[in-house]
């Protein structure tokens, strides 16, 4: 459908997209190109009145290891407004796919860590392998899920959404399907036949009753994705980077080392 430098745009003739993840030699890890071009594509598939359903995948064997390295040592580095730039546009990209019109399922194998865990949550649907590892990770590095958080906790509920934030625990396929991650969590020797079978289910539908919906769950499900709610997210991820304890986590990860926390921060947003 397009030409992406990290994303495959694909187009289906029965009527449907494969977004792909295509940082390969990355892990198809985020950073602030793959973020504009998963907007663009977005766009894209928001204006084509043909498409029916959207799939969301990573090639190779991970789904998204979340931040690119570089990408967060850039963000190290930069002031409170700048980060607070960059937490927009990872705002738009998960608050315009939460709220695409037609449905979307991610279908996920191997990592899907940190910001990973945003774009599965904002999909309608989602499954995966067995053996898939996810993880909040943010904790680990200084840092909090924060733009990501709304959609986290729509997905699998605040109570679980507070221990893997709160722990940085990893798990797997079938305890994401468990907490409501995953829809269904399959073998990788089968998934690809699974995701057949849901391309298939997903035909048989209306896509206007499809559309309809989406419009009706938005309105009566709980939890309103807010102006304010967004730009609470934003500056909280802004100020966490450039507070003592992100920088020296970020620092610390990058230095392949354990990082020394403070006891307490006090996060202050710069006039």
Not at 75 to 81: G, I, K, T, V
């Amino acid at each position: 459908m397009s030409d992406f430098n990290t994303l495959e745009l694909l187009s289906d003739p029965r009527g449907f997209a494969t977004l792909w993840l295509s940082r390969e030699e990355k892990n198809n890890a985020f950073n602030a190109e793959m973020i504009r071009e998963l907007i663009l594509a977005l766009d894209k598939v928001s204006s084509d009145a043909s498409l029916r359903f959207l799939l969301i995948r990573g090639r190779g064997k991970h789904f998204s290891a979340g931040a690119d390295l570089a990408w967060m040592q850039q963000s190290a580095e930069l002031d409170y407004h700048t980060n607070l730039d960059d937490a927009r546009e990872l705002a738009e990209l998960m608050y315009n796919l939460a709220k695409l019109k037609i449905p979307t399922v991610a279908v996920v194998q191997g990592a899907a860590y940190g910001g990973a865990l945003g774009l599965i949550s904002c999909c309608d649907m989602a499954i995966g392998a067995d053996d898939a590892q996810f993880c909040l990770s943010e904790v680990r590095i200084g840092l909090a899920p924060a733009v990501i958080s709304p959609f986290v906790v729509q997905a699998i509920g605040e109570r679980a959404a507070r221990r893997y934030a709160l722990t940085a625990e990893r798990f797997g396929g079938q305890r994401a399907r468990e907490i409501g991650l995953l829809s269904e969590s399959y073998p990788m020797a089968e998934l690809e036949q699974k995701v057949d079978q849901w391309i298939d289910n997903l035909l048989l539908n209306s896509p206007a009753a499809m559309r309809a919906s989406k419009d009706l769950l938005r309105e009566v499900g709980h939890g309103a994705l807010t102006p304010a709610l967004r730009r609470y997210t934003e500056n909280a991820i802004a100020r966490i980077r450039v507070s003592p304890e992100g920088q020296e986590g970020l620092r610390a990860f990058l230095q392949k080392r354990s990082p020394t926390w403070q006891a307490e921060t006090t996060l202050k947003e710069p006039r």
